[in-house]
């Protein structure tokens, strides 16, 4: 059943539990978020395009497409929609796995509803967050906060949500070292509890992406720098 979005935008829950599906639906919707429920894979990606959500809570383990894969088409698919993965399995191989494909974060069952609710307004606040005036440069590339572009020369570059937030933050920072509990705490915008494990996942994609233009160096022991 879908909602009316709410003036801080419809989030698309894709879950097969009813009592998880319900829990998530109450919180988000307490939170000022218009909700649409979907409960499967297969159902999904048609939502996707039907509602145009502002972001996608998508639990791993869905009958017909499985989360993993319904993100994966949506990235071939040049759709970049925040992703946030819920799954039952506490497996590192299947949280790299996810952050690999694009998602921009990762919870695990049991989870604090609460806690899911301020991730999803962390990965909005920093999507529509206030710019700053002019674009960064750093080498070969230019970071375009207003309009959240990447250019290497020329060439725009296809970022996440979460991959631009990094580069910006550590573009408006160049020469200093960034802890990776700091790029927790000021990008994701939780504690290091969370594992920091997560940032050094985003931090290769996001190498990986910018190729030889990437400015990102590791400070061994420390975390990260743009130079």
């Known amino acids: 059943m879908s909602a009316t979005a709410r003036a801080r935008g419809l ?7 009813p009592a998880i599906a319900d829990v998530i639906r109450l919180n988000l919707v307490n ?25 996608i809570i998508l639990d791993v383990g869905l009958p017909g497409i499985d989360g993993v894969e319904i993100c994966r088409r949506l990235r071939a698919a040049e759709d970049w929609t925040p992703v946030l993965f819920v ?11 996810g952050l690999e494909l694009g998602a921009d974060d ?17 990965v909005l606040r920093r999507v529509n967050g206030t710019p700053d005036a002019a674009p960064r440069t750093l080498g070969g590339l230019t970071v375009d906060t207003t309009q959240r ?6 060439q725009e570059l296809t970022l996440t949500a979460t991959e ?17 509990e700091q790029l927790l705490s000021e990008v994701w915008g939780y504690s290091a509890v969370a594992g920091t494990r997560t940032v050094d996942v985003h931090i290769a994609q996001l190498r990986a992406k910018l190729g030889a233009a990437s400015p990102i160096r590791t400070v061994r022991g420390v975390g990260y720098s743009a130079e």
């Open 149 to 154: 572009r990447v250019f290497h020369g020329d």
């Open 106 to 122: 990762y919870v695990t069952k049991p989870f604090s509803p609460r806690e899911l609710v301020a991730r999803v307004t962390g």
């Open 11 to 17: 989030v698309l829950v894709v879950e097969d539990e």
């Open 87 to 97: 799954t039952a399995r506490d497996d590192e191989v299947d949280r790299v796995v």
């Open 164 to 180: 631009f937030d990094l580069l910006a933050y550590l573009i408006r920072r160049p020469g200093r070292v960034v802890t990776r």
């Open 31 to 55: 939170a000022g978020y218009g909700v649409h429920v979907e409960n499967s894979g297969d159902t999904a990606l048609d939502a996707v395009r039907r509602f145009k959500p502002a972001a």
